[in-house]
């Protein structure tokens, strides 16, 4: 059942994710990415870790994805248009490169799939999928990572502020 | 095994999802689509550490994918930043039609 739910979401993931990259619409693009991100949060929930589901809603499909739409309707970008340059190289060489890492990263990872040890044995699955131990470990264990990174929100402020800012602002 | 969830499953799932992502990521010349398939390599590998960190059965997987997310928070901020500029500068943002950094 379990199984089930998730080999679902994830092929709906996998599906929106194609109309992501096929569609020539950038708004289209980002809607359909979306979809594929709250099917991902599915996955995430069924692979025990509920917070980090919520998170993926609210931190990825909330805010991170309204701001690519916001973006795109600022600048007004129009769908990609064909150019008439043909690139025959690029293409090959890009559709090439595309299916031997896909091969070569589904073939790894089947590979060890099977082989790492297992210790799930008598794990508690809502003991696994409980915040509180998130918490506990975030703020001792990796406290320094946790104030590295609030180092680095602040920095990106001020970076996405100096960049996006008009020159002949005050 | 996760609950009833062969790891296998989760890691061809993450596998093909990040192959997706290159494929977007070397298919479009649209910068913001470009950066939406990195967006979408990042939650591959979020997913195949949430897959590794409940089969092993510690709670690090959630603690890693906890920083990607911020981090990722960060990066659109700041590369969204820069296609602002840049569509300032050259009104348009296909990366075949940009070529500010070429002699």
Same mark, same amino acid.
């Given at each position: 059942?379990?199984?089930? /739910?998730?080999?679902?979401?994830?092929?709906?993931?996998?599906?929106?994710?194609?109309?992501?990259?096929?569609? #020539?619409?950038?708004?289209?693009?980002?809607?359909?990415? /979306? /979809?594929?991100?709250?099917?991902?949060?599915?996955?995430?929930?069924?692979?025990?870790?509920?917070?980090?589901?919520?998170?993926?809603?609210? /931190?990825?499909?909330?805010?991170?994805?309204?701001?690519?739409?916001?973006?795109?309707?600022?600048?007004?970008?129009?769908?990609?248009?064909?150019?008439?340059?043909? #690139?025959?190289?690029?293409?090959?060489?890009?559709?090439?490169?595309?299916?031997?890492?896909?091969?070569?990263?589904?073939?790894?990872?089947?590979?060890?799939?099977?082989?790492?040890?297992?210790?799930?044995?008598?794990?508690?699955?809502?003991?696994?999928?409980?915040?509180?131990?998130?918490? #506990?470990?975030?703020?001792?264990?990796?406290?320094?990572?946790?104030?590295?990174?609030?180092?680095?929100?602040?920095?990106?402020?001020?970076?996405?502020?100096?960049?996006?800012?008009?020159?002949?602002?005050? | &095994?996760?609950?009833?969830?062969?790891?296998?499953?989760?890691?061809?799932?993450?596998?093909?999802?990040?192959?997706?992502?290159?494929?977007?990521?070397?298919?479009?010349?649209?910068?913001?689509?470009?950066?939406?398939?990195?967006?979408? &390599?990042?939650?591959?590998?979020?997913?195949?550490?949430?897959?590794?960190?409940?089969?092993?059965?510690?709670?690090?997987?959630?603690?890693?994918?906890?920083?990607?997310?911020?981090?990722?928070?960060?990066?659109?901020?700041?590369?969204?930043?820069?296609?602002?500029?840049?569509?300032?500068?050259?009104?348009?943002?296909?990366?075949?039609?940009?070529?500010?950094?070429?002699?």
């Amino acid at each position: 059942m379990e199984r089930l /739910v998730f080999d679902a979401a994830a092929l709906l993931a996998m599906l929106f994710a194609g109309v992501m990259v096929v569609s #020539r619409d950038p708004v289209k693009s980002v809607l359909a990415l /979306v /979809v594929s991100f709250f099917a991902l949060a599915v996955c995430y929930v069924m692979v025990l870790s509920p917070f980090i589901a919520g998170l993926q809603v609210i /931190v990825y499909a909330g805010a991170i994805l309204v701001l690519f739409l916001f973006v795109l309707m600022l600048l007004n970008v129009g769908r990609e248009q064909p150019d008439g340059m043909p #690139r025959p190289i690029q293409t090959v060489l890009g559709s090439l490169a595309v299916f031997v890492f896909a091969g070569l990263l589904l073939g790894m990872l089947r590979a060890s799939g099977s082989k790492i040890p297992l210790l799930t044995d008598g794990l508690d699955p809502v003991e696994m999928a409980r915040p509180a131990e998130l918490a #506990r470990l975030l703020f001792s264990d990796y406290l320094l990572h946790f104030e590295a990174v609030s180092v680095l929100l602040l920095a990106a402020l001020v970076g996405a502020f100096v960049l996006a800012r008009r020159e002949d602002a005050p | &095994m996760i609950g009833s969830i062969p790891l296998s499953d989760v890691l061809l799932a993450s596998g093909a999802l990040f192959a997706i992502g290159v494929a977007g990521a070397l298919l479009r010349r649209n910068a913001i689509q470009i950066f939406l398939s990195i967006e979408l &390599m990042m939650n591959a590998a979020n997913l195949a550490l949430l897959g590794y960190g409940a089969a092993l059965g510690t709670h690090e997987g959630q603690i890693v994918v906890f920083f990607v997310i911020a981090i990722a928070a960060a990066e659109a901020s700041v590369g969204l930043a820069i296609f602002v500029a840049l569509f300032r500068h050259t009104e348009t943002i296909d990366v075949n039609k940009i070529n500010l950094l070429k002699w």
